[in-house]
């Protein structure tokens, strides 16, 4: 593929969906100085057992009621499908990113995954084929970028937050860079708000506010990634698994929802 055509191709993946997996889709090795790293593909996020539970009975309860969710502070059930949808965000995203090795084993990134953009610096202590990295990522939900939900009065168009993340990782690369394993843990935190913003005085009000919704996000898993190619050019597999406690506050509705994500993703690269 042409970079003319790599180009185009992450354009079209931009315009896909908004789910809330954020993968690494790198390996443990930080890049040399002066190198950089640009990739495109997919991620989908899944809610697993309780969290697509609590989403499965607040898309019933839309179904049933039109009023959905009632008076401030009566539907705790559609409280807890409200945060799902909004802080796990299940889902297919687009993945964009680009790495570029600083030296002294450093290496920063940025990738942009239709819901949310990510900047992380990151080290990699290397023992031969082996190597350890350790980072940290900032992360910011971007508003305006969901088009909507499932559930209404969930208006994920006025979705914003920002939040970190630490990962550690464990790598194996063979000779010539052919293949490349990877593995190990990622923990962080994320805040999520649902309002509009405006630069109209707050008296003044157009249109209907959304129903107002905030919900802090904690997380941590494991993640576990291959990568083979020749050259410039490699594809890369990731399989996240996380356990997600959000809390939050939804129409009135304190509640909190916990439980199991999976977040496979796949791109490919082309280093220069």
Known sequence: MTLRGAVAFGAALALVGCGGAAPLLH?????????????????????AGSLGEDLRLAKDNAARDPQVPGA????????????VAAAIAPGIAPFIGARVGVGNQ?????????????????????DGKWALSVGLGLTAA????QQGSDLPNVDLAALHGYGFDIPAIVGWESSGGIYKVWGGARGGYEHDVVEMLTSEPKAVTLGNEPIH?????????????????????HVALE?????????????????????ITLAPASALWWSF
């Open 239 to 259: 399989l996240s698994a996380a356990y997600q406690v959000v809390n939050g506050n939804y129409n009135e509705n304190r509640v909190t929802v916990r439980g």
């Open 27 to 47: 390996p443990a090795r930080t890049l040399p100085a002066g190198d950089i790293r640009v990739a495109s593909g997919m991620s989908a996020n899944v809610a």
């Open 72 to 83: 401030p502070g009566t539907n705790p059930a559609y409280a807890k499908g409200a945060l």
């Open 142 to 145: 971007l508003y305006g970028r």
């Open 213 to 233: 919704l905030d919900a802090n996000r904690f997380f941590g898993g494991a993640v576990f990634g291959v990568a083979t190619g020749f050259n410039h050019v």
């Open 106 to 126: 450093y290496e920063g990134g940025l990738t942009y995954t239709g819901r949310a953009v990510r900047a992380d610096m990151r080290r990699s202590f290397e």
